[in-house]
């Protein structure tokens, strides 16, 4: 295959006017249907450490030792030969209520040159950057007679390397919390490295929770990573479906996500199981979801739990399903009720007086799992309840046109339908040019409220085959992505909303649970994938009216719209072929065009991707293409995505 480098000059210089070539027609005289607003957004959960040990910039993995009721896992005692040391969990020594057993250090032997202590690896190590201010936030208390020093400090592996250290004193038999700041000075960038508590003299400290945060999103005390925030902001969402999938119903109905118990102080959050196999902190809660949106300036698309848990326990409608409605009802208060409102006063005590603004609410996730058929019946009680409150909200239901009409809900009309599809490049390929026929314009809108391309049919995302792959999709699949993504911006005016899932995978062994996913990191660093990028070109650049298109004898696949304010047209091309395509691009109805455009090209081989170490290794590039008319020819690179901005004098 040609050489990606040769093949952007030659592109940019094949535009002529040749006539026997394939066909891209768009008719920019006419609008056939408005783009949805908040037709690009993401989608989140807590799956493959998206949240603790990914976007929650906590640093401190089992920070209120509430991960394993048998160990205290993530710490490990420190010592030298000449010094002696052992924890335990001590449930007969909580901090609160909440957190309901706390770390006991008993330091037997230590002096000034031999400290002993206790140690965490945090989340696949400790990131240490250079002149960095870390806020450590502990509580602790002592046997009689110790009252300390501690010292806390951020330390190389092998411990040679003190990158930061402070000193804790004041401990007395009573809890209390302590705070002091880590500053790091030059240094190499490196995750190679632990947090520690040490005493240089024999004393018994009980912890009750240790927290660690480098600078955060906004400065947000409880707040974001800065890295994956600034890349989610590149994408330029507008909403945020949260808090799942299928960590919003939990396993069981009891492990569903507890909204009420993620507010507040840290120090008041047990945490509660993940659907996919850990322990969640709930450092993320409901408030840290909302401002989470306000800073990327994204709407919340809120799911409620329904009554359905993932193995399989349902809650019957009726009475048995009433106190879940309840907790939906509040729940929505908590996020648009004005302090007026119980919840709305709560949220205000939590730092934040001005309601949120919330248009959709979705009920349950992927209910077609409900073998009872109890759904219609849930769906029913929840949205009589959620209009009666609140008339203005719009409904969301999770069976989606790609289940069976039997299953449909019936007895409502929901004013949304959530529908999910991983499926692989070949099957996204074949399906996107008809996909959406199926919808009635007049019917409920339409929410993709998950979707990706993996590369190969034969093992699905969460195979076992699936975890022996890079985590993050190639360009393969980001051609899959990008023909699905024009398909649903063909039928925007119906597809209201979209997003991808999941959006994060740490990339460390045993952190993930799903492929692909869009972004990988670790503790240092971070990287998008070609369907990142791909995702990116087309939510960057979008038009508010669809105009009509036709490809004629061409594997291309395409879409096409305008933006009304400036006269811009934007033409979305995936070319999935080894082969280059010119394409002859006519455009009727065009006001005059300008003779110079702009194209954002991502293109490759389809093996191609990015990771840690090469994280830019496919990305797009901008060229200007020149010599635009009403037909030309453009020629696509083998493998390719194309965004072709073409301005018009209006
Ligand atoms: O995105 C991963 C999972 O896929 C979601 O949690 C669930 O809704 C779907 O089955």
Redesign the pocket.
């Known amino acids: 295959m040609k050489k990606i480098s040769t093949f952007l000059i030659s592109a940019t210089l094949a535009i002529s006017s040749l006539a026997a070539t394939p066909t891209f027609t768009v008719d920019a005289g006419q609008s056939v249907g408005k783009v949805s607003p908040r037709l690009y957004g993401l989608m989140t ?1 807590e ?1 493959n450490h998206c949240y603790d040990g990914g976007l929650y910039a906590e640093l401190i993995r089992n920070r209120a030792f509430m991960d394993d009721a048998n160990a205290p896992a993530h710490w490990s005692v420190v010592k030298d030969t000449s010094s002696a040391a052992t924890i335990a969990l001590d449930p007969t020594n909580p901090l609160n209520n909440n957190l309901t057993t706390s770390l006991r250090l008993d330091v037997t032997r230590a002096a000034k040159a031999n400290a002993a202590g206790v140690a965490n690896s945090g989340y696949w190590g400790i990131p240490v950057h250079s002149k960095t201010r870390y806020r450590v936030s502990l509580w602790a208390k002592a046997g009689a007679g110790f009252t300390g020093p501690l010292t806390v400090a951020i330390v190389s592996d092998d411990g040679k390397q003190v990158y930061a250290t402070q000193k804790i004193s004041g401990l007395t038999t009573g809890w209390k919390k302590f705070e002091v700041t880590l500053k790091t000075g030059t240094v190499a960038p490196t995750a190679r490295a632990r947090f520690l508590i040490t005493l240089d003299q024999p004393g018994t400290v009980w912890f009750g929770l240790v927290s660690l945060f480098p600078p955060t999103w906004n400065d947000r005390p409880n707040g974001l990573r800065k890295d994956l925030m600034q890349m989610l902001v590149d994408l330029n969402p507008k909403f945020l479906r949260f808090p ?4 919003l119903e939990g396993d069981r109905i009891e492990d569903r996500f507890p909204w009420q118990k993620t507010l507040g102080p840290i120090e008041d959050r047990p945490g509660h199981p993940c659907p996919w196999g850990y322990h969640s902190s709930d450092g993320m809660g409901l408030l840290e979801f909302l401002e989470w949106c306000e800073d990327m300036k994204a709407e919340p698309v809120l799911a409620v739990y329904a009554g359905y848990s993932l193995k399989g326990a349902h809650v019957n409608p009726g009475p048995d399903l009433e106190p879940f409605v309840q907790e939906a009802l509040e729940e929505i208060e908590y996020v648009t009720g004005d302090t007026n409102t119980t919840w709305g006063t709560q949220r205000a005590k939590n730092g934040h007086p001005e309601p949120f603004k919330l248009n959709y609410v979705e009920i349950g ?2 209910d077609w799992f409900d073998k009872s058929g109890s759904y219609d019946g849930r769906f029913a009680q929840f949205y009589d309840a959620i209009k009666a409150k609140y008339p203005q909200l719009k409904t969301i239901s999770t069976m989606g046109n790609d289940q069976p009409e039997t299953s449909h809900v019936k007895s409502r009309q929901p004013d949304m339908i959530d529908e ?1 599809y991983y499926r692989s490049t070949d099957e996204f390929l074949k399906m996107s040019p008809d996909y959406a026929q199926k919808y009635d314009r007049h019917g409920p809108e339409i929410f993709v409220g ?1 979707w990706a391309a993996h590369e190969d049919a034969a093992i699905k995302p969460w195979d076992a085959g699936a975890r022996k792959q890079p985590p993050t999709p190639s360009l393969k699949a980001a051609l899959g992505d990008a023909a699905f993504m024009a398909a649903m911006e063909r039928n925007a005016d119906v597809i209201k909303m979209q997003c991808y ?2 959006l994060f995978v740490n990339v460390n062994p045993g952190a993930r649970q ?1 492929r692909p996913d869009m972004i990988g990191y670790d503790a240092l660093s971070a990287y998008g994938s070609p369907s990142y990028y791909a995702f990116q070109m087309f939510s960057r650049k979008v038009g508010d009216e669809i105009l009509a298109t036709a490809s004629l004898q061409t594997a291309v696949q395409g879409c096409a719209t305008r933006d009304s304010k400036t006269g811009e047209l934007i033409l979305k091309l995936v070319n999935p072929q080894p082969t280059e395509e010119s394409l002859n691009i006519e455009i009727k109805g065009a006001s005059a065009l300008d003779s110079k455009a702009e194209a954002v090209l991502l293109a490759g081989c389809p093996e191609d991707t990015n990771s840690i170490s090469r994280p830019r290794n496919v990305t797009p590039v901008t060229l200007t293409v020149r010599g635009v008319k009403p037909a030309f020819t453009y020629t696509l690179p083998p493998y390719s995505i194309v965004v072709l901005k073409l301005k018009t004098h209006q």
């Open positions: 959960e799956i799942g999938g299928n960590y996730n992927e999910h998950e899932a999941p799903w």
